[in-house]
């Protein structure tokens, strides 16, 4: 069935080194992929999206990469800061399905050590 | 703009008590969600709308419904609330259907129901 899910549940970093955020999905059809940042008692924010025509997207010290042959994708954080600290959450849909059918993981906590 | 904005931010009832949450978005967005997120668990769709006067069930819909009179709010009622509708509620908003839209969330509210 429809899955997406993370690897890790909690990941430690030192402050200044990358972060690397993993997520897998299995449903063939997904072609758009979102990565989702939530802070402590918010809801989640868009961090950046990709489609499935591209293998790689950067933004502002973030970069998804696409790997759609073992359908895994992850969020790369350069130089990680104590405010990167939250839920990261990555989701799924495909063009075939309205926003409707967005799939959510079930989050890795990012916790940044001084 | 003030975005998504939910209200309450807390509450507790008891159980067969009933209540409203309200959802209001400022951006003239078409689609409106709401979903419930569980400890350890990512966002699960309850009902969404795709305008004004229109609501559909989502993944997890039993005992909650919904209405949408205006375009800008999105109101999700329970009847009578259980145990298990513990949890943290949040809303969410697109510009308008389809795959490729990036969904703006509210700051959520949690509710216990004792």
């Known amino acids: 069935g429809e899955s997406v899910g993370l690897h890790l549940p909690t990941l430690s970093v030192q402050e200044g080194d990358n972060s690397i955020i993993n997520c897998a999905y299995s449903?063939?059809?997904?072609?758009?992929f979102i990565w989702y940042k939530q802070e402590s008692g918010k809801g989640p924010q868009f961090i950046i999206d990709i489609r499935s025509n591209m293998d790689k997207r950067q933004g502002q010290r973030v970069t998804v990469l696409l790997n759609k042959t073992v359908k895994h994708l992850s969020l790369q954080i350069a130089a990680t800061q104590p405010g990167d600290s939250a839920v990261y959450f990555c989701?799924?849909?495909?063009?075939?399905?309205?926003?409707?059918?967005?799939?959510f993981g079930s989050g890795t906590r990012l916790s940044i050590r001084p | 703009n003030a975005g998504v904005t939910q209200t309450p931010k807390f509450r507790v009832l008891k159980t067969g008590q009933s209540m409203t949450l309200l959802c209001a978005q400022d951006?003239?967005?078409?689609?409106m969600y709401w979903y419930r997120q569980d400890p350890g668990m990512g966002l699960r769709l309850i009902h969404y709308?795709?305008?004004?006067?229109?609501?559909a069930k989502g993944e997890v819909p039993d005992g909650y419904n919904v209405s949408r009179l205006k375009k800008q709010n999105f109101l999700l009622g329970l009847e009578s609330a259980a145990p298990s509708q513990t949890s943290v509620y949040f809303c969410?908003?697109?510009?308008?259907?389809?795959?490729?839209?990036?969904?703006?969330f509210g700051p959520g509210t949690r509710l216990t129901v004792l």
């Open positions: 709308s795709v305008g004004e006067g229109t609501t």
């Open positions: 449903n063939s059809a997904s072609d758009y």
């Open positions: 969410a908003s697109t510009e308008t259907g389809g795959s490729y839209n990036e969904q703006f």
């Open positions: 951006m003239n967005h078409e689609y």
């Open positions: 989701a799924e849909n495909s063009r075939y399905s309205s926003a409707s059918k967005i799939i």
